[in-house]
């Protein structure tokens, strides 16, 4: 695999505030990186060495083996970036923009022809070309912000918080075009909602305080939370103490939460002792005790709970009991 960014031991200060500290990592053709962090963390930071918008305090960039603050002509034609707000001209229609960015990145009459082919094409904007820019939804202002980062077909994208500000629907249309635009380039969409890592990535990198945390697909993330491989029950309010009975004498199970409580209805998740697998005893014991439920199923575990305990930590916070409405009954 071609290696589009390499970062190595990049930190950044401004005056005493360490924004970025000692980070490496680097991004392959074709991967579309997550990078997540709290608000502060430092990931518009990174985003704008990395574009060449700053220079770091230390360490190297470097965009297709070519240093960033040595090229910066060069780096900023083969990446494509939308930075944080996505700012645009707001008096401009989204042609004339498109133009614009063309004629300052000195692309060729041809090639700024076929960019805004495949730019209005990727991003669905054809029947907006010609209005202007302030006069459009969120939802196309930020498609057209895409299209400016895609316009001279980059290999490496930056995405600083792409979906920000936008409604539920606009986020995930704009998901589903992020997924249609990644293409073979290798993509870093900065972000701190977790469901658009499950949504598009292929890895993710948690950055808490300047600080790189963990580095790993989403998956693998997941199933570092607490609750991978818990076991939810859904059954009939009567049959509930049974239930919390059998799973608290049960081998495997840790805890045993009420994670919903009505007047006919409980539903229950038995936590198991270092994430194993506990579906199967639990089943066997559920039919040996006659309990009658009406849903059983596993847990993959939750992004969220990883992101809270990879970052309070580092962030200096305390875990709030009271974050997780789950009661426990163990
Ligand atoms: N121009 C600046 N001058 C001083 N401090 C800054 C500046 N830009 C960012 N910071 C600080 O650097 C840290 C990282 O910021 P930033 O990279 O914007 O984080 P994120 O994008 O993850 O929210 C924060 O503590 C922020 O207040
Ligand atoms: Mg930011």
Redesign the pocket.
């Given at each position: 695999m071609t290696t589009l960014l390499d970062i190595r031991g990049l930190t950044?200060k401004?005056?005493p505030?360490?924004?970025?500290d000692d980070v490496s990592f680097s991004v392959d053709q074709g991967e579309v990186l997550g990078f997540i962090?709290?608000?502060?963390?430092?990931?518009?930071?990174?985003?704008?060495i990395v574009t060449g918008f700053?220079t770091p305090t230390s360490g190297t960039v470097e965009v297709g083996g070519l240093d960033v603050t040595r090229h910066p002509l060069e780096i900023k034609r083969r990446i494509g970036y939308l930075p944080?707000g996505a700012p645009l001209y707001g008096d401009m229609t989204p042609i004339s923009l498109l133009n614009f960015v063309c004629k300052v990145r000195r692309l060729s009459k041809e090639e700024t022809k076929r960019g805004i082919e495949y730019a209005v094409e990727k991003l669905h904007i054809a029947n907006v070309l010609y209005q202007p820019i302030e006069t459009l939804s969120k939802g196309y202002k930020r498609r057209v912000g895409l299209a400016q980062a895609i316009v001279h077909e980059p290999e490496l994208l930056i995405l600083?918080?792409p979906t920000d500000g936008l409604d539920p629907n606009q986020k995930h249309e704009v998901r589903e075009l992020l997924k249609e635009m990644s293409g073979k380039k290798a993509v870093i969409i900065?972000t701190?909602i977790l469901e658009e890592v499950e949504a598009v990535c292929s890895r993710a990198i948690v950055?808490a305080?300047?600080k790189m945390v963990a580095d790993a697909d989403p998956l693998s993330l997941q199933s570092r939370s607490r609750l991978h491989n818990a076991v939810g029950i859904r059954l009939p309010a009567a049959q509930a103490q049974a239930c919390i009975e059998m799973l608290n004498g049960l081998g495997g199970v840790h805890q045993v939460r009420t994670t919903v409580e009505t007047a006919s209805m409980v539903e229950l998740m038995a936590l198991s002792t270092d994430n194993s697998e506990i579906l199967a005893s639990v089943h066997t014991a559920i039919d040996e005790k006659g309990i009658q439920v009406n849903e059983i199923y596993v847990e993959r575990g939750r992004l969220e709970d990883v992101f809270r305990d990879l970052t309070y930590a580092v962030e200096g916070l305390q875990q709030d009991p009271d974050a997780n409405p789950e009661a426990s009954n163990a």
């Open positions: 950044k401004y005056g505030i360490t924004a970025v962090g709290p608000n502060g963390s430092g990931k518009s930071t990174t985003m704008k700053l944080e600083d918080e900065s701190h950055i305080k300047g």
